[in-house]
């Protein structure tokens, strides 16, 4: 399960509904162009918190049927509604997926053994494996070295994907848990991560900067620091633009210069304006060329 995974991107109509056309093509896009290792399934980039429960396995059978056994797919089944994960744990799982990925349950305070109660209910619904996922920024959930520790304490427990800017910790977990796969989840420093011996990395820009990504992961493992730092500037020189514009929708105005069918954003999440998506435009001559 190592290696780079792209936080899938969906696409939607301007109804919110999902575009099955343009998600094929963009699960395509990821495997024969950017040449990833796998997709990450209704994550953030995904924006699975903002779609039903129907059209979350909807976009799991679309993906699972035109990537069939291309790549590794992790589906991201982690909700509040506890009942909801478990269910559509054992979707993705009967479909075939080969991990799953929860997001730490958010909003209300849990405290860390509910956090803990929440993912073994989870793997006991389940014969598969899970990859914890830690994002501090969006859910306010920050676990310490000791609580990993816990959760890695569960076989079924392979990782975490580790969105957090906290280096300190993710060196200490590296260090700590040799056996578990950690992936870098912050694009713009994935050579950072890498040179901490992360097993891969989950990205949102990988959907159209896959190559480069590659590039930086196998130039650090291979201590070429200065061509990796060359390729990783090149990175964030496109990231800083492409969160400037807005970071979902400029990625899907970038997917559709390049004749992928990427559609709409959900709303809430608004979609760029025509100066919005002339920037998209020249990002995408500029960066992608
Ligand atoms: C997800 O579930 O889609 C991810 O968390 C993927 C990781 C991304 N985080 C978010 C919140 O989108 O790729 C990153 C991120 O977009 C990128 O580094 C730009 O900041």
Excluded: W
Aim: hydrophobic share 40%.
């Amino acid at each position: 399960m190592k290696g780079l995974y792209t936080a899938l991107m969906c696409s939607f109509d301007e109804s919110g509904n999902i575009n099955e056309k343009g998600l094929r093509e963009i699960v395509r896009q990821n495997i024969d162009v950017q040449q990833v290792d796998g997709l990450y399934v209704n994550g953030s980039t995904g924006e699975n918190f903002l779609i039903s429960k129907e059209q979350k396995k909807q976009i799991f059978d679309i993906v699972k049927n035109e990537a069939g056994d291309d790549v590794k797919l992790i589906a991201q089944v982690g909700a509040l509604n506890l009942d909801e994960a478990v269910e559509l744990a054992k979707y993705a799982t009967e479909l075939g997926y080969n991990a799953i990925s929860a997001v730490t349950p958010f909003y209300y305070k849990f405290d860390f053994d509910e956090i803990k109660d929440y993912y073994n209910t989870i793997l006991d619904s389940v014969d598969n494996n899970l990859i914890i996922y830690s994002i501090p920024a969006l859910t306010g959930v920050n676990m310490n070295l000791e609580q990993f520790g816990e959760l890695f304490k569960n076989d079924k427990v392979i990782g975490v994907k580790f969105t957090a800017l906290d280096f300190f910790l993710l060196e200490r977990i590296r260090h700590a848990y040799p056996d578990k796969l950690i992936y870098s989840g912050f694009d713009e420093m994935l050579l950072s991560a890498s040179v901490l011996n992360v097993d891969g990395a989950i990205g949102s820009t990988f959907n159209v900067n896959g190559q480069r990504a590659r590039q930086i992961f196998e130039l650090a493992q291979k201590g070429q620091i200065d061509e990796a730092r060359d390729v990783q500037k090149a990175t964030n020189d496109l990231i800083a633009e492409i969160l400037d514009n807005g970071l979902y929708p400029t990625i899907k105005e970038i997917l559709k210069h390049q004749g992928i069918d990427a559609g709409y954003c959900r709303k809430p999440m608004k979609s760029l304006n025509s100066e919005g998506v002339k920037k998209a435009k020249e990002i995408a001559e500029k960066h992608l060329k």
